[in-house]
């Protein structure tokens, strides 16, 4: 989405007067059927669309609504986000950027981390509605959660979603719609969104003109699933994407928002478009856009009556022109108006104050302590070892440790993307100050810049790690390197990530780090990596050069807590990738490529820098007594796996147990493993304990070219441990996965 004014409805709502008209009617009770919570939704919603003229139906359909105050419906804006926390509006927790909570592999974290979401939106809804302020970020349509597929490390946005997997995006993406929609059966918590409908991951920089092609296969095997799984999930609303589909426009696809959402899976929320989509729509080719319309009010007509409810923007505000000149009939409007409308009825918002749970959330559990301490929770769960060559965990009486490097005070890197804020960000110079003894010594100097050569002939900074007990560097990128279109303020390529590694002049700080701290031989002083990132990135000479390497993502206000209680052993680090590492760019097909063959861990065959699923512990995790109650199956039975999973270290620690499937016989191109099962465990040194999975039957499927499902006989393999599969896992010092193979009669 974009951030602009420029093309929008009502960016600034004069609000006082609207509110002043509305309290003034509201004391007079003119009784409206659709105030009347007795008469069903449909009823309600019928009734209020019969008073309203082509022009109030047109203004109610963009995301920036008008009062209406004969009526006493107050302003109301749909755009509201909510990522990793209440973003853009009053102070709220912030949660570790949506790919840290992916790598938690945690849908119980997820769903409680979207609860804590929802309540704090619901609190502040609630005493900004009641100040009679009604801006933008202020609803409770929040356009999350981002479930396209990060197919590509150079895809800014990446970050905002949970992978590059679709059973992992499709596993945490229901619990986070669980947590935002709520648990009561007559009202919405809140409404989450799924985006952006569909197959859209980059380039960012021709997201308004660009046609990504993709097999029926590749749809249904990969992009698809995760749409599927939150429509199965009831979410309200999904997002048409900016780009092309196979020839058509997104948020015009009669394919894709007809055939297969409506039609196949029986969506009756309502879909609304990306910011100024619709835009794209008369824009020629060539010019930026997509050239299918032939004018304002063509695209609007096109955008209704292909199912989109809600327009980003004011595309819509050429509809009554539309019924004008007979593009389309104000019945077609009203059919798309009443979906729309629906939300707003099940979220309370025309109902009387208390009528639902919610309305009695209160300011006091917005960033409260209990949702500071989820946020170091997700922190902690979300952060990966890479590397350790047994520096970590550190003590925290050593007498002196060196901190640096461009990230280690910025609260940036907290935050990556769609954020909140508040007046408590811990820095990463901050938690560890923190942790360690009042007797410890601790430097701090920048030393580097983010993503500019700054080298003086002399850097009083590299000189600390010669003569330090630890030298703690942290290095990568933020929001301002990597994102959206337009956000990232020091991207030359629109915010994707174009050239794959670490700013140079990174780089070459860590180089010379690391040879003031080995100028000593017979006391070469340990150097410890922490990389701050939303994306895969070239950590090659990072894995050469330090003792130990920490992938941090975005993790939070509590990211520099959480940082500091995984360098000092408080917990151990058990965050695991959810995206493959590629050792370079070369491994992988051109960006602009939507065919799967050759990305991700499904579909790579070489070997990359770090795989999928893969990350450390302070301990050793041993798989043992892996069985099958049945070795043979029908295409109907499911399986129950066992095996059993011992901590062998000396550390308490969490175990992410992964189960992957091959099938052995296929007819087609099938996905070298694919991830269908985990479990997050907490062991204690020595301990043990046996899990079951149920393999189902929809395990076995696989799609055939023309994107449907069939189960073949034949054989598959079983994989279950702590990371995929890949063989690199291994080398990097993964636990040995248990490999069990059964057949499908």
Not at 367 to 391: C, F, P
Not at 570 to 583: A, E, M, N, Q, Y
Request: aromatic share 8%.
């Amino acid at each position: 989405m974009m951030f602009s004014c420029f093309f929008l409805v009502s960016c600034n709502t004069d609000q006082s007067k609207s509110t002043q008209t509305i309290e003034k009617n509201q004391s007079q009770n003119p009784g409206f059927p659709f105030y009347d919570t007795s008469l069903s939704v449909d009823e309600r919603v019928a009734d209020l669309i019969s008073r309203l003229s082509l022009e109030e139906k047109a203004a109610q359909m963009m995301n920036s609504t008008p009062a209406i105050d004969r009526l006493n419906i107050p302003p109301y804006d749909y755009w509201n986000e909510a990522l990793h926390g209440v973003g853009r509006a009053s102070a709220a927790t912030v949660f570790p950027q949506a790919i840290g909570i992916g790598a938690t592999f945690d849908a119980d974290l997820a769903y409680r981390i979207s609860k804590a979401i929802s309540d704090e939106a619901r609190a502040l809804y609630n005493a900004t509605s009641e100040k009679g302020n009604f801006n933008r970020y202020n609803g409770l349509t929040f356009w999350t959660p981002n479930i396209n597929i990060f197919r590509d490390p150079r895809w800014g946005r990446g970050q905002e979603t949970y992978g590059e997997d679709p059973y992992l995006m499709s596993l945490i993406g229901v619990a986070f719609v669980k947590g935002l929609q709520g648990d009561d059966p007559d009202h919405l918590k809140t409404a989450a969104c799924a985006k952006h409908f569909a197959v859209h991951s980059g380039p960012e920089q021709l997201r308004h003109e660009f046609n990504a092609t993709a097999t029926l296969k590749d749809m249904y095997e990969t992009y698809l699933p995760a749409f599927e799984a939150l429509v199965n999930e009831n979410v309200e609303a999904v997002m048409c994407a900016y780009n092309s589909t196979n020839g058509e426009p997104c948020c015009t696809n009669n394919y894709l928002l007809d055939e297969v959402l409506k039609q196949k899976w029986n969506f009756d929320g309502h879909i609304l478009s990306d910011c100024a989509a619709l835009v794209d729509l008369y824009v020629a080719k060539g010019q930026g856009g997509h050239g299918t319309a032939p004018s304002k009010a063509g695209a609007a007509a096109m955008a209704v009556k292909s199912g989109v409810s809600l327009n980003c923007g004011d595309t819509y505000s050429a509809l009554p022109e539309a019924v004008e000149q007979g593009l389309i009939t104000e019945a077609e409007i009203d059919e798309q108006l009443a979906l729309l409308l629906k939300t707003r009825f099940k979220l309370g918002l025309f109902d009387p104050k208390g009528s639902n749970k919610y309305d009695a959330l209160s300011l006091d559990v917005v960033n409260s302590e209990k949702h500071r301490a989820l946020a170091r929770e997700t922190a902690q769960k979300s952060i990966v070892l890479l590397k350790n060559n047994g520096i970590l965990p550190l003590k925290k009486d050593l007498p002196k440790y060196f901190l640096t490097g461009p990230n280690a005070t910025s609260t940036e890197v907290l935050l990556g993307n769609y954020y909140g804020v508040n007046s408590n960000m811990v820095t990463i110079l901050e938690g560890i100050s923190a942790a360690i003894s009042p007797t410890s010594q601790l430097q701090y100097r920048q030393g580097a810049m983010l993503n500019k050569d700054s080298r003086n002939p002399i850097n009083y900074a590299t000189g600390n790690a010669a003569n330090t007990d630890v030298t703690l560097v942290v290095l990568g990128l933020s929001s301002t390197l990597q994102g959206e279109e337009g956000d990232s303020i020091d991207s030359d390529t629109a915010g994707d990530r174009l050239d794959y590694g670490l700013p140079p002049n990174q780089i070459q700080y860590l180089e010379d780090l690391r040879e003031m701290a080995d100028r000593n031989p017979e006391d070469r002083k340990p150097l410890i990596a922490i990389v701050t990132g939303g994306s895969p990135v070239d950590l090659a000479r990072v894995q050469e050069l330090a003792d130990a390497v920490l992938f941090v993502w975005y993790p939070g206000e509590e990211g520099g807590t959480a940082i500091a209680d995984v360098l000092f052993g408080d917990v151990s680090p058990s965050g695991r990738l959810p995206i493959t590492f590629p050792k370079s760019l070369d491994q992988l097909p051109a960006y602009e490529d939507y065919s799967m063959e050759g990305r991700t861990y499904k579909y790579m065959n070489e070997e990359p820098m770090y795989p999928f699923g893969f990350g450390l512990n302070y301990t050793q995790f041993d798989y043992s007594n892996a069985a099958l109650n049945k070795t043979e199956v029908t295409k109907e039975e499911s399986l129950s796996l066992e095996v059993t999973v011992t901590n062998t270290g000396k550390v308490k620690s969490d175990e992410v147990v992964q189960v992957y499937i091959s099938d052995l016989e296929a007819s087609v191109r099938v996905p070298n493993f694919q991830f269908i099962n985990t479990k997050r465990v907490t062991l204690e040194p020595g301990a043990s304990e046996k899990i079951t999975f149920e393999i189902k039957p929809e395990n076995f499927q696989l799609v055939l070219e023309d994107g449907s499902k069939t189960i073949e006989p034949g054989s598959f393999r079983l994989y279950v441990g702590g990371a995929s599969p890949m063989k690199r896992s291994l080398a990097l010092g993964a636990p040995k996965m248990v490999e069990i193979e059964f057949a499908v009669n």
